[in-house]
């Protein structure tokens, strides 16, 4: 079993920015997905980012984050990193990362391991 702990979250202005962490332990693993999900209150959990851990590291968003928000990891220190700019009060959610045995996936169900989410606020 990999643990997952996120962090990085806060209250930030519009426009602002933000870089969240994931740190993941136990289980090593190296290949598949890490991504990273949001969920605004009374809203289902949406996808955000996700990068292939191994290899190439190829990266993919979600239209509406794409050109503010980056992804990326450092295999050698088992993190992943979301990097959000151009922050707006719309990106206001628990963020979570989560692993995927798959390549590329982006649907919460492909997902074996959660973070318990980190608290993101934007301000007007």
């Known amino acids: 079993q990999v643990q997952l702990v996120e962090s990085g979250g806060g209250l930030v202005q519009a426009g602002g920015s933000l870089r969240l962490s994931c740190a993941a332990s136990?289980?090593?693993?190296?290949?598949?997905?890490m991504a990273w999900f949001r969920q605004a209150p009374g809203k289902e959990r949406e996808f955000v980012a996700g990068?292939?851990?191994?290899?190439?590291?190829?990266?993919f968003y979600a239209d509406s984050v794409k050109g503010r928000i980056t992804i990326s990891r450092d295999t050698a220190k088992n993190t992943g990193y979301l990097q959000m700019n151009s922050l707006n009060p719309e990106d206001t959610a628990v963020y979570f990362c989560?692993?995927?045995?798959?390549?590329?996936?982006?649907?919460?169900?492909?997902?074996?391991?959660w973070g318990q989410g980190t608290q993101v606020t934007v301000s007007s």
């Open positions: 989560a692993l995927s045995y798959t390549d590329g996936s982006r649907w919460t169900s492909d997902f074996h391991s």
């Open positions: 990068i292939i851990w191994s290899g190439s590291g190829r990266t």
């Open positions: 136990g289980r090593t693993f190296s290949s598949g997905t």
